[in-house]
């Protein structure tokens, strides 16, 4: 599942960032509020995480945008206010949690999970399936042939992005930017090597095999 986090103080923004992606979450960062409200609007995100006050635009400006455009993802407000007229404020907007600075980081990821499960039960299944595979996002589990698979946190995002988009092949540059976050290079083998890990995890004593490499252009998961 794939998170954006709108704030602009740095500290805050790439702690939120680092603690979500090690909780197994694919997240995006903006720094202020016009580069959120793009992202936002054109990206395929299951929540927002929204600081009040940005600059730019503020948080409840980017929120009136969003639901104008009829963008209708969570979002979780985050802000050092403690006054009332602005938690009011930001849910009558359409915000569907609001959490005060200082927060525990363990309190937001369980904010964010609950408001994940919430948004996705009416949209889509929350359990990814290819064969007797089955990738379960809210409580984090994967399995075949009813035994469990123990995947690190990289491993099942990689596992989520193939299920995801089975039989499409996808390259090396694309899987790096989803999974990893960063500009594919060639000197680098880092996609191969997470590739081969899950691929013995998950194909490894089972029928069919699922995960194949397409020379010169990727790789795909499909149950053909």
């Known amino acids: 599942m ?7 103080e740095p500290k805050t923004g790439d702690y939120l960032k680092q603690g979500l992606t090690e909780a197994g979450l694919m997240a995006d960062l903006a720094r202020d509020g016009w580069d959120g409200l793009h992202l936002a609007g054109s990206g395929d995100y299951d929540l927002v995480i929204l600081d009040v006050m940005l ?20 979002v979780l407000f985050l802000t050092a206010r403690d006054q009332v007229d602005d938690r009011v404020k930001g849910l009558e907007l359409g915000a569907d949690d609001y959490l005060v600075k200082p927060f525990a980081f363990a309190e937001l990821l369980a904010r964010v999970r609950t408001l994940l499960r919430r948004g996705r039960s009416a949209l889509e299944p929350t ?64 996609v191969e090597v997470a590739v081969r890990r899950l691929r013995a995890k998950v194909d490894d004593g089972f029928e069919p095999k699922l995960i194949r490499t397409v020379r010169g252009m990727g790789y795909v998961l499909e149950a053909a």
């Open 55 to 74: 600059p730019g635009l503020n948080g409840w400006q980017v929120l009136e945008g969003l639901r104008r455009a009829g963008r209708t993802m969570p």
């Open 127 to 190: 359990v990814l399936q290819a064969a007797d595979l089955e990738l379960d996002l809210l409580r984090r589990r994967a399995s075949r042939g009813g035994r469990r698979i123990d995947l690190t946190a990289k491993e099942f995002a990689l596992l989520e992005l193939l299920l995801r988009r089975q039989g499409e092949v996808l390259p090396r540059s694309l899987i790096a930017s989803q999974v990893w976050d960063m500009n594919f290079d060639s000197d680098t083998n880092v």
């Open 2 to 8: 794939k998170i954006l986090i709108v704030e602009d």
